[in-house]
């Protein structure tokens, strides 16, 4: 065992055993941004063997209040090629697979090849939606979250559980930059985080099937439950 992992191998829910699981996790993040960062950071820190990161956007200064992984002289560069960098300098025995591409209907599949658990970190619907089909038609779970000022929302979508579809997520109108501040994003990235890791060791979501509402203003979490809608269309072609 490497020191680097001892500590963690002390717990009861790791130890060896878990830790190799970790090693063998194969673990898409969709979004190199404010949830992408702390998500890719906590999974390389503890060891997850192979990280694919895809993202289409550049670096740019308005990033920097949230986007940890960058700094001033990364603006203009690739965030997947500049998350690599900065993960690997933490973490150099880890593999990752830098993709300056944005998430379609087209590709979607591509990029789930090979991959055990998705963890969703980007800002928009169609992107959330493409992924939530893709998931539920291969069965891989999907770590889903989002932030907004104060406020955000982490789940777990899985075939035994609702989707997004069920939740009534659909694609509206794109909305104007929205404001948020580096801590919740790092709160949500880290609650994602967290859950992608209980489950590559075998531990059930705790996420399935419950929304996680967190209110920064009051520092409260809760827990809403939601069900498989009997309507769902993603639910009908792959549940
Ligand atoms: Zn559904």
């Excluded at 941004?33 to 200064?61: H, M």
């Excluded at 090629?81 to 209907?105: G, T």
């Excluded at 990029?111 to 980007?122: A, F, T």
């Excluded at 990235?189 to 531990?203: D, K, P, S, T, Y």
């Amino acid at each position: 065992m490497e020191s680097r992992y001892a500590r963690q191998a002390l717990m009861d829910e790791i130890g060896p055993g878990g830790q190799k699981k970790l090693k063998d996790a194969r673990v898409l993040v969709v979004g190199a941004g404010g949830l992408g960062c702390p998500v890719l950071t906590y999974l390389a820190c503890a060891g997850v063997g192979f990280l694919r990161i895809a993202d289409d956007d550049v670096i740019s200064e308005s990033n920097l209040n949230r986007q940890f992984l960058y700094g001033p002289d990364c603006i203009g560069n690739q965030k997947a090629l500049m998350a690599k960098e900065s993960l690997i300098r933490q973490n150099p025995d880890i593999k990752i697979d830098a993709l300056f591409e944005r998430v379609s209907e087209e590709n979607a599949q591509r990029m789930l090849e090979g991959i055990h658990m998705v963890v969703d970190c980007v800002d928009n619907a169609k992107t959330r939606l493409i992924m939530n089909s893709a998931c539920m038609k291969k069965g891989i779970p999907l770590v889903e979250g989002g932030v907004e000022g104060f406020y955000g929302f982490a789940t777990v979508v899985k075939r035994n559980c609702a989707c997004l579809e069920c939740m009534g997520y659909r694609e509206g109108e794109a909305k104007a930059p929205m404001g948020v501040i580096g801590v919740t994003a790092g709160i949500i990235g880290m609650i994602q985080a967290n859950e992608c890791i209980r489950m590559i060791l075998g531990l059930e979501s705790a996420l399935c099937g419950k929304i996680l509402q967190y209110d920064g203003h009051h520092a409260t979490t809760r827990n809403v439950d939601v069900k498989i809608d009997p309507n769902c269309g993603v639910h009908k072609r792959f549940g």
